[in-house]
C-alpha cells in the first residue's frame, strides 16, 4: 500500500506562542474554576456532617441496651424502646426483598441478555416511569389496592409498596451490570454447546453477581427508610407482633410518631430512633461497599 | 487415497446486512490435519471460521447462502440443532476467555453441560482434557484457584483443554496466538500439531510463517473471496495465483 506522503510546501505553521495577559487571563480562570468546584464539594459535604451530628448529639443520650430489646412504654411511662418497630422493618424490608429481587433481577436480566423490540421498550419505560413515581403515591396506590380489598392495614400491603419502590432501580441497574459482562463469555459458553438460557444462568449471572448484589442492598437501604408508603400500608403498631396480616410497626413510621407526640421523652427517642435507622442505612451501606471491593466486575 | 472431507463448503455467502463479507467460499478441509486460513486482515477468515459452528447467527441482520457440509451433515440445514452442532465442533478464541470460574469449572463446564456430573467421571476427563492440552503438569496441584490467574499462554491453553473436553470432531481456533509472546506462541504451535492426529483443526492466522509451520493445507483469502487453497508446501513455494505470489512475498498486507 503507498505510504500517505504529506504535500510538499504544506507543513504546519505555528502560530507565534503568545504570552502576558491571556496566559494570566487563563490561569485566573483556572483558579477560579478549581475554586469553585472545590467549594461545591464543600458544600456537599455540610449537611452531610450537620445530619450526622444532630442525631449523635440529640439521638445518643437515649440510646442503651432497652431500646433496642424493649417494647413502647405507654404514654406517661419513661423508658421503653423500639424492639417491634425494629423487627417490624426488617420484615417489611425482607417481604419487599423477596418479591423485588427475583422479579426485578429477572426483569433486568432479561433486558439485557434477550429483550428486544417494543416489548422491552415498554419495560424499560415502565421502570423510568415507576422511578419517578412519589413514594406517597405508591402508599396510597397499595392502600386502594390491597389494603382495601384485604380490609385492614398489614405487613403485607408494607412489603408490596417497598417492593414497588425497590423494583424500578434493581431492573435498571440490574440490566446495566450485566450488560457489562464482556461478550467473550457468552461466546464461550456458546461455542461449547451451551444453551442461550445456560449461558446466561452459568456464566453472565454469576458474572455479573457482585453488580446485582449492589444494585439489591443499594435499593434495600433506600426503602429501609421510607415512610409515607407505609402510612397507608403497614400503618404501625405500638405492640409485638410478627403476623404479616396485620399492621406492623417500623422505623420511619415510629420516628414520624415519635417527632409529631406532644411528649419530650417521645421527642427524644424519635431523634435515638433516626440515629439507630441511619446506622443500619450506613451498615447496609458498608455491605455494598464490601461486595462490590470483594468480587470486582468482569 | 482420497482423504476423508471433514468440512465442506459450497458457494456459500454471508452478509452483514449489506455488507457481502464472504463471496461464493468453496472450500473443503480434510478430517485429522491442520487447515490455515491466510489473507490479510478483513478479509473474512474469522467470518468463515465462525460460518463452520454458526457463531455468526448471533449477530443481527446476519444472511447466508450456499451450503456448509460437516462430515456430509448441512450445517445451515432449517432443521438443524445449532447446540449439538457447537458440541461437535470446538472453538478457541482470539483472546483467551476462560470463566470467572476454578481451573477445573472451566473445563468440566461442556461436560456438565452434556450432563456428566459425577465427580470421579469428570475428575478423569477434566485430567485427560489438560494433559491433551499440554497443561495438566502446571495446574495440576491447583485446579481450584481462579483460571484468571494463570498467564495468557496458560489461558489459552486452558481455554483449548476446555473445548477439547466434549470430543468435537472439529478444533477452531481463531488466530489463537496472536496475543500471545513467542515462548507461548510455540507451545500452541506444537499442542496443534500434537493435536491433529485426533482432530480436525482449523487456524486462522494472520502469520504466514506459522502457517506454514502448522499447517498441511493453507487457504488464502483475500476481500471475502478465496483466492487459493492447497498443500501448504505448494502453496508457499509454487502458488498458482498471482494474488497469492503477491501476498505470500509481502508485497502488501
Ligand atoms: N459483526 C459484524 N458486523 C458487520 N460487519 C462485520 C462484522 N464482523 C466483521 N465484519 C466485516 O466483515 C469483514 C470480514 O471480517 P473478519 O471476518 O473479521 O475478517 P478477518 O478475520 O479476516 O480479519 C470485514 O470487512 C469486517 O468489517
Ligand atoms: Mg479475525
Redesign the interface.
Known amino acids: ?1 503507498p505510504q500517505a506522503q504529506p504535500e510538499p510546501g504544506r507543513e504546519r505553521v505555528l502560530r507565534p506562542l503568545h504570552t502576558g495577559r491571556p496566559a494570566l487571563r487563563r490561569r485566573v480562570w483556572d483558579a477560579c474554576f478549581v475554586g469553585a468546584s472545590g467549594l461545591s464539594a464543600f458544600v456537599v459535604m455540610v449537611p452531610l456532617a450537620l445530619v450526622v451530628w444532630h442525631l449523635l448529639a440529640k439521638g445518643l443520650p437515649e440510646l442503651n441496651l432497652d431500646f433496642f430489646l424493649h417494647l413502647p412504654k405507654p404514654v406517661g411511662e419513661t423508658g421503653g424502646g423500639m424492639a417491634n418497630a425494629i423487627v417490624g422493618t426488617l420484615i417489611l424490608v425482607g417481604i419487599a426483598t423477596l418479591i423485588a429481587v427475583p422479579v426485578g433481577v429477572g426483569a433486568g436480566v432479561w433486558l439485557a441478555e434477550f429483550g428486544r423490540g417494543r416489548l422491552a421498550a415498554a419495560v424499560r419505560y415502565t421502570a423510568d416511569v415507576m422511578s419517578g413515581i412519589p413514594s406517597i403515591v405508591v402508599g396510597v396506590a397499595v392502600y386502594g389496592l390491597v389494603v382495601v380489598p384485604m380490609g385492614r392495614f398489614s405487613a403485607l400491603a408494607g412489603g408490596v409498596a417497598l417492593a414497588l419502590l425497590m423494583l424500578p432501580t434493581i431492573i435498571r441497574s440490574t440490566e446495566e451490570v450485566v450488560r457489562l459482562v ?1 461478550r ?2 457468552r ?9 442461550r438460557w ?1 449461558t446466561t444462568q ?2 453472565v449471572i ?2 455479573a453477581s457482585a453488580g446485582i448484589v449492589t444494585s439489591c442492598l443499594l435499593a434495600l437501604a433506600r426503602a429501609s427508610g421510607e415512610t409515607a408508603p407505609l402510612l397507608f400500608t403497614a400503618l404501625g403498631n405500638r405492640f409485638w407482633s410478627l403476623r404479616v396480616d396485620q399492621p406492623m410497626a417500623s422505623m420511619p413510621v415510629f420516628i414520624y410518631d415519635y417527632a409529631r407526640a406532644p411528649y419530650d421523652d417521645w421527642n427524644r427517642q424519635a431523634w435515638t430512633g433516626a440515629l439507630v435507622l441511619m446506622l443500619l442505612v450506613t451498615l447496609l451501606s458498608a455491605l455494598v461497599r464490601l461486595t462490590t471491593r470483594r468480587a470486582p466486575r ?1 | 487415497m482420497k482423504p476423508e472431507i471433514r468440512i465442506r463448503t459450497h458457494d456459500f455467502d454471508l452478509f452483514y446486512g449489506a455488507h457481502h463479507a464472504l463471496k461464493s467460499v468453496s472450500l473443503e478441509v480434510p478430517a485429522n490435519s491442520v487447515t490455515a486460513i491466510i489473507g490479510p486482515s478483513g478479509c473474512g477468515k474469522s467470518t468463515l471460521l465462525r460460518s463452520f459452528n454458526r457463531m455468526n447467527d448471533l449477530i443481527p441482520g446476519v444472511r447466508v447462502r450456499g451450503r456448509v457440509e460437516l462430515s456430509g451433515l448441512d450445517v445451515y440445514a432449517p432443521g438443524t440443532d445449532v447446540v449439538e452442532l457447537r458440541r461437535h465442533v470446538g472453538m478457541v478464541f482470539q483472546r483467551a476467555n476462560p470463566f470467572p470460574k476454578s481451573i477445573f469449572e472451566n473445563v468440566a463446564y461442556g461436560l456438565r453441560l452434556l450432563g456428566v456430573n459425577r465427580r470421579a467421571e469428570l475428575e478423569a476427563r477434566v485430567e485427560t482434557s489438560l494433559r491433551r492440552a499440554a497443561l495438566w503438569e502446571e495446574v495440576r496441584d491447583r485446579l481450584g484457584r481462579s483460571a484468571l490467574a494463570l498467564s495468557g499462554g496458560q489461558q489459552q491453553r486452558l481455554c483449548i483443554a476446555r473445548a477439547l473436553a466434549v470430543e468435537p470432531e472439529v478444533v477452531l481456533m481463531d488466530e489463537p496466538a496472536s496475543a500471545l509472546d513467542p515462548t507461548a506462541t510455540a507451545r500452541v504451535e506444537e499442542l496443534v500439531l500434537e493435536l491433529k492426529s485426533r482432530y480436525t483443526i482449523v487456524v486462522v492466522t494472520h502469520n504466514m510463517q506459522q502457517a506454514a509451520r502448522i499447517s498441511d493445507t493453507t487457504a488464502f483469502m483475500m476481500v471475502g473471496e478465496l483466492v487459493e487453497v492447497g498443500e501448504t508446501r505448494s502453496l508457499f513455494t509454487r502458488p498458482r495465483q498471482k494474488l497469492t505470489e503477491d501476498y505470500i512475498t509481502g508485497r502488501f498486507g
Open positions: 500500500m464482556p467473550s463469555y461466546e464461550a459458553a456458546l461455542a461449547l454447546g451451551a444453551p445456560r452459568d456464566v454469576p458474572a468482569p
